[in-house]
């Protein structure tokens, strides 16, 4: 996922990135989350949000379902959902766990070939669902992964939207865990202690800086750089660069 925000915004879209980022600092609520969720609107062109805590297993694979956040998805397709198993076939779901990479929706329909699946998908394109961008991060600590969905009819017009949501996703997976009910998983948030060097690193990273330009700007090895970056994942038990940087940021060890 991406560390920095895509160097083609507007005035407008980089503003409201940045609020969004702050903003999930302090939700502390569902409510407080869905307000912020449906912030996104005014950056990308999405008519339909839904984000799905789910159970996985030591290979990110899917277990069940832990928790639900509906901003806008109809309630007629989620009972429909839910009702006839769709879990089970849906492509993007499929895809989505075991891997936690960036889907567009068009691209992984074109792949899904069976008769159930092809049912599947006309019966989500009835409802508007038929153009999205799926993300979401796997928390190997608490067994937990997340699924952000945003749907609209020009989702997949410009790859921009999926930059910018691989930059806020991070962030908003936090604000997830953060939200969730203490009965429904362990706390993601712990107190942790990274060294001078490591707070170097991730200072640079959130600058969007590669190991190689790191080593250049420290004067050190980039294997040394990698060893640092290997070193924080562990410590902030992150999946990516981009969720190191948004714990970092939540736990107070860099700034914002």
Request: net charge negative; charged share 20%.
């Amino acid at each position: 996922m991406l560390t920095r925000v895509p160097s083609d915004l507007t005035q407008h879209e980089l503003v409201t990135a940045l609020e969004l980022i702050h903003a999930s600092l302090n939700v502390s609520n569902e409510e407080e989350f869905k307000t912020l969720l449906s912030r996104i609107e005014a950056l990308i062109p999405c008519s339909h949000i839904i984000v799905v805590l789910a159970k996985i297993d030591e290979y990110t694979r899917f277990q069940d379902f832990l928790n639900m956040v509906n901003v806008s998805y109809p309630l007629d397709w989620i009972d429909l959902y839910m009702k006839e198993g769709y879990a089970e076939i849906d492509p993007v779901l499929r895809s989505h766990f075991g891997r936690f990479s960036t889907q567009i929706w068009s691209e992984t329909y074109r792949k899904a070939v069976s008769p159930r699946e092809q049912r599947f998908i006309g019966n989500a394109e009835a409802f508007g669902l038929s153009e999205g961008i799926t993300l979401g991060i796997a928390s190997h600590r608490q067994g937990a992964g997340s699924v952000f969905s945003f749907a609209g009819r020009s989702m997949s017009d410009h790859a921009r939207h999926a930059m910018l949501l691989e930059y806020l996703i991070p962030h908003l997976h936090i604000a997830l865990m953060r939200t969730l009910s203490p009965s429904s998983i362990p706390n993601s948030v712990h107190n942790t202690t990274i060294s001078h060097r490591e707070r170097e690193v991730l200072d640079w990273m959130k600058e969007g800086k590669t190991s190689w330009e790191i080593s250049q700007i420290l004067r050190i090895s980039e294997r040394t750089v990698n060893f640092h970056v290997q070193n924080i994942l562990s410590k902030l038990q992150a999946s990516t660069r981009g969720h190191a940087i948004a714990l970092a940021i939540q736990q107070g060890l860099i700034g914002p």
